[in-house]
């Protein structure tokens, strides 16, 4: 058995492919970079094919197919980047990686307090001794209403960590959950959106959820509200936000994530003109924050990412069911 390991941190992650490839038995090879038809070949002779989001399209995936290729075991716990339908039609399986909740969960959080608080602004001013107050006056998360859309384990997480700070929380999910209802009252979406002073998603993207953030969601919201999102750039209509913002209808953002992010986030893209418009006219807002996809950045979560390639993998090889299986979610 063994992996390609594309997109591979040689400072991170392959201190803990070494580890698991003795625990696992399994063999492996890298290379720092993301998969492209130029470098395809470099899976000859492996069973699977790990990579962290990218373009797993139906052309990627007969390539690798070509070659022998039988697993393809995604370092993120969002798969959207696969094209699933291609994959079963090839008898590819296909795994993602689960890890702590906390380390996304507690990102959220400090993304609606830095939000709430103006910090990116009062820190900027800071740094040119800029010490006066106007302009610098934030809102308390103790008397807000947060709303949190999906309600697995990053959004429970979320409610549970939220509900210390004494803040009203809202909560929407297609399947609702016993132990949500603890700290948090299920809504529907619309009440959701007119009743929260802060949103934040939680929720895998889907074709059916593609702009759950669109114009007409926007308007149904608070003015001055916060949108947080630590979990797929696809959740959010770009174009719609970008204009929200300009009319003062969103007061704040917190982005770890955008549309359109492959091919630039964990790339050093310094001194080089990005092709991205909505990144560059994000960036240009004193009251957004944009973080290049960091929120699972964790020492405990790096680890249970790499381990869940090899384990998925082992499962796969020896006819094991594994909850990393992408086709048992769905």
Known sequence: MKIMFYALRPFDELAYCRKFAKQYGIDFAYTPEYPTPENVELAAGCDAVSTTPCDMGAAMLDRFAALGVKYISCRSIGY??????????????????????????????????????????????????????????????????????????????????????????????LYPNDAVKQHAEYVDLDTLFAQSDIITLHTNATAENHHLINAAALAKMKDGVILINTARGKLIDSDALIAELNSGKVGAAGLDVIEHENGLYYYNRSGEVLENAELSILRSYPNVILSPHTAFYTDEDVESMVQGCFESVDCFAKGKETFHDVGLKG
Do not use: W
Request: glycine letters at 12%.
């Open 80 to 173: 959207d980047h696969v094209d699933l339908q291609h994959a079963k039609a090839l008898g590819l399986r296909v795994s993602n990686v689960g890890y702590t909740p906390n380390g996304v969960a507690n990102y959220a959080i400090m993304l609606m307090l830095m939000c709430a608080r103006r910090a990116v602004h009062i820190l900027k001013r800071a740094e040119v001794q800029d010490y006066s107050l106007k302009g610098k006056m934030g809102r308390d998360i103790s008397s807000l209403t947060v709303g949190v859309i999906g309600t697995g384990r990053i959004g429970r997480t979320v409610i549970e960590h939220l509900s210390g700070f004494g803040c009203r929380i809202l909560a929407y999910d």
